[in-house]
Every structure is written in structure tokens, then in C-alpha cells.
């Protein structure tokens, strides 16, 4: 009866834990960008830093969870405890590995809120293109990448569209060089 006990209120503390992280850390993201954004009328460009901040956040809860099971494991012995943490395992994995995908994101403050691109394909990127005139205030860019079938697409404020073309020529200087 403890032993079964144990493995349910051990389920119940982890369970309750990851969820309260995964709410906690898309808030803070939240507050993160509304404070980027917030205060300035001029078009952001966003580095890492505040994914590296989730990224890493992710990668000590990770190790945490990974070292409590493996002490409830040598404690216990039970394979039904050893296939969760298995399973949670490959669920941070997953996430902490998603969390390295998106680097560089453009964000506008009025108008679509931004262009996010695998930091894997800036450096393959073969052209962009500012496409016609998609409204009577926007403008649409595709970003073509090697291999790929369809462009990435973004639409931004017309007014807009000479400092968001300095920052796309300012990214792909920068990956190529």
C-alpha cells in the first residue's frame, strides 16, 4: 500500500510540476515580448537572448527531473516509474530542442508581429523577394531557402518595409560572412 502510494503522489508532484513550468515560462515569454515591444514605435529585431533564458531554464529543470527519477529508480526498481521517465526524458528533449530552432525573429509593433526563421537556413537562404502590394498598408516578403518547396511569407506596414529590408540584408550579412 505505501509503495503504491509513493509512485502515485511521485506521479501527482511531477505531473503538477512540468505543467506549472511550461504556464510559467510561456508567461514569462509574454511579459518578455510585451516589454520588448511595448515601449518603442520603431520595428525590434529580437536576438536569442531571451530564448537562450527559456532554453536554459529548460535544461535545468531537465537535469533536475532527470536526476530525481534516477534516485526514485535505484530506490525503487519499478519499470512502470522507469518508462515515465523515459517518456519525460524525450518530452524535455523535445522541448529544450525546439527552443534552438527559432533564433532570429523581426517583430513589428504595429501590423503582423513577425518573421521567425530556423537559424539553421539563414545561411542557405537564395533570395528575398518583397512581393506586390497586398493591401492598401502592406507589403509581403517571401524568403526563399534551398531545398525548400515554398518561401517562408510575412506581411509588414508599408512604411516599414526599408528598415525590415536593412534588417533581412543586415541577417543574411551575417550568417554568410
Same mark, same amino acid.
Given at each position: 500500500?505505501?509503495?503504491?502510494? =509513493?509512485?502515485?503522489?511521485?506521479?501527482?508532484?511531477?505531473?503538477?510540476?512540468?505543467?506549472? =513550468?511550461?504556464?510559467?515560462?510561456?508567461?514569462?515569454?509574454?511579459?518578455?515580448?510585451?516589454?520588448?515591444?511595448?515601449?518603442?514605435?520603431? @520595428?525590434?529585431?529580437?536576438?536569442?537572448?531571451?530564448?537562450?533564458?527559456?532554453?536554459?531554464?529548460?535544461?535545468?529543470?531537465?537535469?533536475?527531473?532527470?536526476?530525481?527519477? @534516477?534516485?526514485?529508480?535505484?530506490?525503487?526498481?519499478?519499470?512502470? =516509474?522507469?518508462?515515465?521517465?523515459?517518456?519525460?526524458?524525450?518530452?524535455?528533449?523535445? =522541448?529544450?530542442?525546439?527552443?534552438?530552432?527559432?533564433?532570429?525573429?523581426?517583430?513589428?509593433?504595429?501590423?503582423?508581429?513577425?518573421?521567425?526563421?530556423?537559424?539553421?537556413?539563414?545561411?542557405?537562404?537564395?533570395?528575398?523577394?518583397?512581393?506586390?502590394?497586398?493591401?492598401?498598408?502592406?507589403?509581403?516578403?517571401?524568403?526563399?531557402?534551398?531545398?525548400?518547396?515554398?518561401?517562408?511569407?510575412?506581411?509588414?506596414?508599408?512604411?516599414?518595409?526599408?528598415?525590415?529590408?536593412?534588417?533581412?540584408?543586415?541577417?543574411?550579412?551575417?550568417?554568410?560572412?
Amino acid at each position: 500500500m505505501q509503495f503504491y502510494l =509513493l509512485e502515485e503522489v511521485t506521479s501527482l508532484i511531477v505531473f503538477l510540476g512540468v505543467s506549472a =513550468l511550461i504556464v510559467g515560462l510561456f508567461i514569462l515569454r509574454e511579459n518578455l515580448l510585451k516589454k520588448k515591444l511595448g515601449g518603442s514605435v520603431r @520595428v525590434i529585431k529580437l536576438t536569442s537572448r531571451n530564448l537562450k533564458l527559456t532554453k536554459t531554464a529548460l535544461l535545468i529543470v531537465f537535469i533536475i527531473i532527470f536526476s530525481a527519477s @534516477v534516485i526514485t529508480l535505484i530506490f525503487i526498481g519499478d519499470r512502470e =516509474l522507469f518508462i515515465r521517465f523515459v517518456g519525460q526524458c524525450i518530452f524535455w528533449g523535445a =522541448l529544450y530542442y525546439s527552443g534552438s530552432l527559432y533564433s532570429k525573429m523581426l517583430f513589428c509593433k504595429d501590423g503582423f508581429a513577425g518573421a521567425g526563421i530556423p537559424k539553421t537556413y539563414w545561411h542557405e537562404v537564395k533570395g528575398v523577394i518583397w512581393d506586390r502590394d497586398i493591401g492598401q498598408s502592406e507589403w509581403g516578403v517571401k524568403i526563399f531557402i534551398h531545398g525548400m518547396k515554398k518561401p517562408y511569407r510575412a506581411c509588414f506596414r508599408r512604411d516599414k518595409k526599408e528598415e525590415i529590408e536593412n534588417i533581412i540584408d543586415e541577417f543574411l550579412h551575417t550568417s554568410k560572412s
